[in-house]
T-cell receptor, first 115, second 115 residues
Framework: GNSVTQMEGPVTLSEEAFLTINCTYT??????LFWYVQYPGEGLQLLLKATKADDKGSNKGFEATYRKETTSFHLEKGSVQVSDSAVYFC??????????????FGKGTKLSVIP | GAVVSQHPSRVICKSGTSVKIECRSL??????MFWYRQFPKKSLMLMAT?????????EQGVEKDKFLINHASLTLSTLTVTSAHPEDSSFYIC???????????FGPGTRLTVT
């Protein structure tokens, strides 16, 4: 089956520190990979995505590269800000038997950035 | 960007009563809406997929008679938790897939507490 494993949180960093949140996946076929972010009190928002191997998704200083050989999609940012404090979800999209694409999520990693 | 709203954001109800949660896509049409349940420190679990005008497709282990889903229009889906019990207490999140782009947008979630 399809599954996503991401590092347990919470993660606490000082402002301007380097961030890595690990994500690995198990899937049949070739899924698309996503990172979603959930800010306090808000819904999930798509942060970045990659649709095929070696693709790099990037947005707001965050990056993740689709690594088929290691089945990974680690999220990185070179210098975090307090405003990056949120919960981050890694997810994969697969084509279900019902004729629709569905998302499978990791458990989420809470990031707190302190000044 | 596209917005998905949920109402109510929080609800407390007594055991044995029913609760309805609304999910609306505010500025786009959504042929497909998804309902997720999120447990503390766990990933979002897909409960069901609903397509406008047809019956919802429930994931394995989700009681369709307990979690009634109606997707009556391209902008509204409802989840009714019938005869709620304390174990139904959870965070319920809806998501809507845009008709044109196929992007998936998430609502802010509804916190249900059954006493």
């Amino acid at each position: 089956g399809n599954s996503v494993t991401q590092m347990e949180g919470p993660v606490t960093l000082s402002e301007e520190a380097f961030l890595t949140i690990n994500c690995t996946y198990t899937a049949t076929g070739y899924p698309s990979l996503f990172w979603y972010v959930q800010y306090p009190g808000e819904g999930l928002q798509l942060l970045l995505k990659a649709t095929k191997a070696d693709d790099k998704g990037s947005n707001k200083g965050f990056e993740a590269t689709y690594r088929k050989e290691t089945t990974s999609f680690h999220l990185e940012k070179g210098s975090v800000q307090v405003s990056d404090s949120a919960v981050y979800f890694c997810a994969l999209s697969y084509f279900s038997g019902a004729g629709s694409y569905q998302l499978t999520f990791g458990k989420g990693t809470k990031l707190s950035v302190i000044p | 960007g596209a917005v998905v709203s949920q109402h109510p954001s929080r609800v407390i109800c007594k055991s044995g009563t029913s609760v309805k949660i609304e999910c609306r896509s505010l500025d786009f049409q959504a042929t497909t809406m998804f309902w997720y349940r999120q447990f503390p420190k766990k990933s979002l679990m897909l409960m069901a997929t609903s397509n406008e005008g047809s019956k919802a497709t429930y994931e394995q282990g989700v009681e369709k008679d307990k979690f009634l889903i109606n997707h009556a229009s391209l902008t509204l889906s409802t989840l009714t938790v019938t005869s709620a019990h304390p174990e139904d207490s959870s965070f319920y999140i809806c998501s809507a897939r845009e008709l044109d782009s196929l992007r998936q947008y998430f609502g802010p979630g509804t916190r249900l507490t059954v006493t």
